[in-house]
């Protein structure tokens, strides 16, 4: 599926990944939903992953919550670049090490909901216009969504395809 250039293409395509990945992850045994994965990762379990979608949904949230209300933020929080952000998504899963794996289902599904409300009260230019809001920098805020929510979904089904194979 191309790229989203769209606010509906946007919705469609986190939509479809969202149900997909959710079907996935429903679809495993008791035992692979509890299982370490048999691969080495940095999220070693479904939980890790689930919680990892939430807590990205919940950075880009922020994000956007905090700059549309002309408090000027950064994505990543004080300390994270784009060039050493390894350590962040260490401390998501170490966040949820207490998480269930129901919990952190639960937790995707509404964090996606709330992204997916926050999509649906932008206009397609301002998500998809560059440098339309000027702390998007050089790209835009639809670039952003694409990465939290199709983009990312897609790299949990891989890590979740790969796991359910054994």
């Given at each position: 599926?191309?790229?989203?250039?769209?606010?509906?293409?946007?919705?469609?395509?986190?939509?479809?990944?969202?149900?997909?990945?959710?079907?996935?992850?429903?679809?495993?045994?008791?035992?692979?939903?509890?299982?370490?994965?048999?691969?080495?990762?940095?999220?070693r379990n479904v939980?890790?992953?689930?919680?990892?979608?939430?807590?990205?949904?919940?950075?880009?949230?922020?994000?956007?919550?905090?700059?549309?209300?002309?408090?000027?933020?950064?994505?990543?929080?004080?300390?994270?670049?784009?060039?050493?952000?390894?350590?962040?998504?260490?401390?998501?899963?170490?966040?949820?090490?207490?998480?269930?794996?129901?919990?952190?289902?639960?937790?995707?599904?509404?964090?996606?909901?709330?992204?997916?409300?926050?999509?649906?009260?932008?206009?397609?230019?301002?998500?998809?216009?560059?440098?339309?809001?000027?702390?998007?920098?050089?790209?835009?805020?639809?670039?952003?969504?694409?990465?939290?929510?199709?983009?990312?979904?897609?790299?949990?089904?891989?890590?979740?395809?790969?796991?359910?194979?054994?």
């Amino acid at each position: 599926m191309p790229r989203p250039q769209s606010k509906q293409e946007l919705l469609d395509a986190g939509a479809a990944s969202h149900a997909t990945l959710l079907a996935l992850v429903r679809g495993l045994t008791p035992e692979q939903r509890e299982a370490t994965f048999g691969f080495e990762d940095r999220d070693r379990n479904v939980r890790d992953v689930l919680a990892h979608l939430h807590e990205w949904n919940l950075l880009l949230l922020a994000w956007v919550e905090r700059n549309m209300a002309g408090m000027p933020a950064d994505f990543l929080p004080a300390g994270y670049t784009w060039d050493s952000y390894e350590g962040l998504n260490v401390e998501m899963r170490d966040k949820h090490a207490g998480t269930s794996v129901e919990e952190a289902e639960a937790l995707y599904v509404d964090s996606w909901a709330r992204v997916r409300a926050m999509i649906e009260s932008l206009s397609d230019e301002e998500l998809f216009a560059k440098r339309h809001f000027d702390w998007t920098g050089t790209t835009s805020l639809g670039a952003y969504c694409v990465s939290v929510s199709s983009s990312h979904d897609a790299w949990a089904m891989e890590k979740l395809r790969l796991h359910a194979k054994g």
